[in-house]
Nanobody, 120 residues
Framework: QVQLVESGGGLVRPGGSLRLSCAAS????????MGWYRQAPGKQRELVAA???????NYADSVKGRFTISTEDAKNTVYLQMNSLKPEDTALYYC??????????????WGQGTPVTVSS
């Protein structure tokens, strides 16, 4: 089994910053992709940012230039630095990882979510 544990969410004023962290633990061979998704009440879950093991990144248009995704491979951890936060960024943020539990088997895992509220 693989567990993803998120942290760093909270309440922040518009224009403020937060840094989300997600640490993967368990038994696995490698992680090929990690990402952050978010879901606001009554809305579908959407991709915020993702990063692959070759360093390639992609971002939702709504967060480009404001959010930065990065990894610390030695700690199996992915971060999401969120700057210039807007009220529309308010959502439950989920960590996702595509994990090779053995060499040829890949599965998606999800964290429990960490809430981000942007409000004055």
């Amino acid at each position: 089994q693989v567990q993803l544990v998120e942290s760093g969410g909270g309440l922040v004023r518009p224009g403020g910053s937060l840094r989300l962290s997600c640490a993967a633990s368990g038994t696995f061979f490698s992680i090929s992709r990690m990402g952050w998704y978010r879901q606001a009440p009554g809305k579908q879950r959407e991709l915020v940012a993702a990063i692959t093991n070759d360093g390639s990144t992609n971002y939702a248009d709504s967060v480009k230039g404001r959010f930065t995704i990065s990894t610390e491979d030695a700690k199996n951890t992915v971060y999401l630095q969120m700057n210039s936060l807007k009220p529309e960024d308010t959502a439950l943020y989920y960590c996702n990882a595509n994990v090779h539990t053995i060499v040829l088997v890949s599965r998606n895992y999800w964290g429990q979510g960490t809430p981000v509220t942007v409000s004055s």
